[in-house]
T-cell receptor, first 114, second 113 residues
Framework: ETGVTQSPTHLIKTRGQQVTLRCSSQ?????VSWYQQALGQGPQFIFQ???????GRGNFPPRFSGLQFPNYSSELNVNALELDDSALYLC?????????????FGQGTRLTVV | AQSVTQLGSHVSVSEGALVLLRCNYS??????LFWYVQYPNQGLQLLLK??????LVKGINGFEAEFKKSETSFHLTKPSAHMSDAAEYFC???????????FGKGTRLHILP
C-alpha cells in the first residue's frame, strides 16, 4: 500500500506565473484535501475534493483552483502567483469526506515565489 | 467561529521528563479535537483525536490528551520524553465531522539530553 505522494518536492516560481502541484492519494482513498502552511504557521485549509467534485473551500481567492481525477489523484493550481504564496503545500487523503476521518498527509511541496 | 491557541511556540524538556503541550480552543458547539505531529521535512501524522465519549484519549507513541470542556482545553501529555519526540506539534479543532479542520500555530518540542 503506497502512501500519499506529492510532486515536485521543491519549486521556485516568479511572481505572476502559474504553478501546478500534484498529489497521488493513498490506495482506496476517494478524498483529497489541500493545505497551505506558511513559515511558522499551522496548515490552513484550501479546499477538499471528494469523488472529483469540490467539497468545501477555505478562505482562499479563486486563483487557487483544483482538480481531482477518476483515480482520485489531484492537482492544485495557483494563478498569478504572489510573494505571499510562498509556503509548504500539503495534500492529505482520507477514506471519506468526513473531516474527523484520519487524513494521511504527503511530505508537501515547498513553493518559493520570487 | 472555531479557533485554537497553543501556548508556547517552543517547549524544551529533558529526556525522561514529562511532556506537556498546551492547547485551548474556542468553539460554539462541542468540538472535534486533534493533535498532529510533524517531523522535519515530513507531512503531518495524526497522534490522537477526540470526537465523543471518553474525555481521556490515548494516541500513538505514548501520548495522550484530555478534553476538559470547563477549561476549553485539550492538553497533550507524555509521561517520559524520548529524543525521537523532537518535532512540531499541532492542535486542531473542527465543529463536526463535515467541517474543515482549523489548526493552531504549532509548538516545537525540543528534547534535551
Amino acid at each position: 500500500e503506497t502512501g500519499v505522494t506529492q510532486s515536485p518536492t521543491h519549486l521556485i516560481k516568479t511572481r505572476g506565473q502559474q504553478v501546478t502541484l500534484r498529489c497521488s492519494s493513498q490506495s482506496g482513498h476517494n478524498t483529497v484535501s489541500w493545505y497551505q502552511q506558511a513559515l511558522g504557521q499551522g496548515p490552513q485549509f484550501i479546499f477538499q475534493y471528494y469523488r472529483e467534485e469540490e467539497n468545501g473551500r477555505g478562505n482562499f481567492p479563486p486563483r487557487f483552483s483544483g482538480l481531482q481525477f477518476p483515480n482520485y489523484s489531484s492537482e492544485l493550481n495557483v494563478n498569478a502567483l504572489e510573494l505571499d504564496d510562498s509556503a509548504l503545500y500539503l495534500c492529505a487523503s482520507s477514506l471519506t469526506a468526513q473531516m474527523n476521518t484520519e487524513a494521511f498527509f504527503g511530505q508537501g511541496t515547498r513553493l518559493t515565489v520570487v | 467561529a472555531q479557533s485554537v491557541t497553543q501556548l508556547g511556540s517552543h517547549v524544551s524538556v529533558s529526556e525522561g521528563a514529562l511532556v506537556l503541550l498546551r492547547c485551548n480552543y474556542s468553539s460554539s458547539v462541542p468540538p472535534y479535537l486533534f493533535w498532529y505531529v510533524q517531523y522535519p521535512n515530513q507531512g503531518l501524522q495524526l497522534l490522537l483525536k477526540y470526537t465523543t465519549g471518553a474525555t481521556l484519549v490515548k494516541g500513538i507513541n505514548g501520548f495522550e490528551a484530555e478534553f476538559k470542556k470547563s477549561e476549553t482545553s485539550f492538553h497533550l501529555t507524555k509521561p517520559s520524553a524520548h529524543m525521537s519526540d523532537a518535532a512540531e506539534y499541532f492542535c486542531a479543532v473542527s465543529r463536526n465531522r463535515d467541517d474543515k479542520i482549523i489548526f493552531g500555530k504549532g509548538t516545537r518540542l525540543h528534547i534535551l539530553p
